[in-house]
T-cell receptor, first 112, second 110 residues
Framework: DAGITQSPRHKVTETGTPVTLRCHQT?????MYWYRQDPGHGLRLIHY???????DKGEVSDGYSVSRSKTEDFLLTLESATSSQTSVYFC???????????FGEGSWLTVV | DQQVKQNSPSLSVQEGRISILNCDYT??????FLWYKKYPAEGPTFLIS?????DKNEDGRFTVFLNKSAKHLSLHIVPSQPGDSAVYFC?????????FGAGTTVTVRA
């Protein structure tokens, strides 16, 4: 595993407030990802990063932004949380093989 | 636009028997195909992967078969054990990004 830690693991927030989830990896992996998982769906890609300060959108990026100022940290920000963003968020990383991507334990976010 | 489909939401198998999980995809450009196992309240755990240039990869009790012409892959688990009860996701990769199927819940009966 890639030593991925996510924080916070659980959060309840109010609609309209900003929220930041943090992902930290210890393997010096180049690629990092944020996914969300909802009932009836597999995991869906929100944003990903292919290097420091290099990020791009995934399939469900609306309402989210990301930043990567250091190789080991990848932040996901909900600018103004909505109830539709209640979900489980998973961070992942990969050294660049494309065939072995490791996931963190998840962050449970509830927007009320 | 569902590029990855796992048409069986659930599978029940007796301990010691074979579990076969199936996955169909539409994008012929996928270059790797990964399988993940997920327990409740945990992150997905990488199980096994296969390159698009191969048709079989084996690792212990897990074997993945790829049929590119049919855009189909399957994961075989033999023998199935109680600890294999989990949700299994098929996740093809393209340009270092994964696309996930909806998952198949496997229950291994004693």
């Amino acid at each position: 595993d890639a030593g991925i830690t996510q924080s916070p693991r659980h959060k309840v927030t109010e609609t309209g407030t900003p929220v930041t989830l943090r992902c930290h990896q210890t393997e010096n992996h180049r690629y990092m990802y944020w996914y969300r998982q909802d009932p009836g769906h597999g995991l869906r890609l929100i944003h990903y990063s292919y290097g420091v300060k290099d990020t791009d959108k995934g399939e469900v990026s609306d309402g989210y932004s990301v930043s990567r100022s250091k190789t080991e940290d990848f932040l996901l920000t909900l600018e103004s949380a909505t109830s539709s963003q209640t979900s489980v968020y998973f961070c992942a990383s990969d050294r660049g093989s494309g065939n072995t991507i490791y996931f963190g334990e998840g962050s449970w976010l509830t927007v009320v | 636009d569902q590029q990855v489909k796992q048409n069986s939401p659930s599978l029940s198998v007796q301990e010691g028997r074979i579990s076969i999980l199936n996955c169909d995809y539409t994008n012929s450009m996928f270059d790797y195909f990964l399988w993940y196992k997920k327990y409740p309240a945990e992150g997905p755990t990488f199980l096994i992967s296969i390159s698009s240039i191969k048709d079989k990869n084996e690792d212990g009790r897990f074997t993945v078969f790829l049929n590119k012409s049919a855009k189909h892959l399957s994961l075989h688990i033999v023998p199935s054990q109680p600890g294999d009860s989990a949700v299994y996701f098929c996740a093809p990769s393209l340009f270092y990004k994964l696309s996930f199927g909806a998952g198949t819940t496997v229950t291994v009966r004693a």
